[in-house]
């Protein structure tokens, strides 16, 4: 049997919103690990001004179809709260994922919202949006969202076994 390992992160992370949902939608790893078995979780965090003071979302904000275990490369998120900096990290995972002792590579994404009935958004590589596909004049939604869009750095896979 070949050596496989972890997947690298998500890539070309793209969103879209609407007057209430975030859709999350990202494109496979470049590298799959040498498996077929991928699957999706996306980890949501609050953060304050500073993004090292975290913690997690708890059960507040709703995710479809849910947030771990996604075999599709997308999630719609709802229920959000004002003025809060919400920062996605999205994690491709295959059946060693959990063997390795590496940190998983994820690609992230930072939303904060507020309520002044338009949507905002920016971000960097790898951002795919236009803004007719985020902003609706004739339905403006009730949040901004400014969108920032990093990947963390993968450190490269180790086995123990010389793969």
Known sequence: MACTRPPSAPRNVAFNINETALVLEWS?????????????SVICKKCGLDNNQC???GGGLRFIPRHTGLINNSVIVLDFVSHVN?????EAM????????????FTAITVTTDQ?????????????????????????????????????LSLGHTSGRGC
């Open 28 to 40: 496979p790893p470049s590298d799959t690990g040498g498996r077929k078995d991928l699957t999706y």
């Open 55 to 57: 913690e997690d979302c």
């Open 86 to 90: 919400y920062t996605f990290e999205i």
């Open 94 to 105: 295959n059946g060693v994922s959990e063997l390795s002792i590496s940190p998983k590579p």
């Open 116 to 152: 002044d009935g338009t949507i905002l958004g920016f971000g960097g590589a790898g951002l795919a949006y236009s803004l007719a596909d985020i902003f609706s004049v004739a339905h403006p939604a009730p949040w901004i969202f400014s969108i920032n869009i990093q990947s963390s």
